[in-house]
């Protein structure tokens, strides 16, 4: 897991006070965007880098780690999904052909879905990037 929070440390970057990232979401930390009571970050939120470290490894341990362990990954996949939901959501995800594929093991339908590169309706070079690196590592074990 220390390798899945590290990648999503890399792409999310640390902002302690509350923003408004490229799509105009109010976020905070690690690109938490709501605390885990529910409450969404507001601008004017403020918080420590612990406070940040300890709202990513919640959200990671609560929100998505329960839902990929049946998925049989190997810790490499395991890292390259926890940053690719980090980023896009639970809730995206599991609607997604990319999902599906995984469940299914189908790597072909898994690499040509694993695509979410717009913010905004537009393709942020950063996300390529994420893309790019989770891809790479999610099929490095196949």
Do not use: H
Not at 9 to 15: F, H
Not at 30 to 36: A, E, F, L, R, S
Not at 56 to 85: E, G, M, W
Request: charged share 25%.
């Amino acid at each position: 897991m220390a390798y899945a929070i590290d990648l999503i440390k890399k792409y999310e970057g640390l902002s302690l006070k509350a923003y408004k990232c490229p799509v105009g979401v109010v976020t905070i930390g690690y690109g938490i965007t709501v605390y885990p009571d529910g409450s969404p970050v507001k601008i004017g939120d403020v918080i420590t880098k612990e406070k940040a470290e300890a709202l990513l490894l919640d959200y990671v341990i609560n929100k998505i780690l329960p839902n990929i362990r049946d998925l049989d990954l190997t810790d490499n996949q395991q890292a390259a999904l926890c940053s690719l939901i980090y980023n896009i959501g639970w809730g995206v995800f599991s609607k997604s052909k990319c999902y599906k594929g995984i469940k299914n093991k189908d790597w072909e339908l898994v690499f040509a879905n694993w695509d979410w590169i717009k913010g905004g309706g537009k393709v942020l070079k950063g996300l390529v990037k994420r893309r790019e690196e989770e891809r790479f590592l999610f099929f490095q074990d196949i």
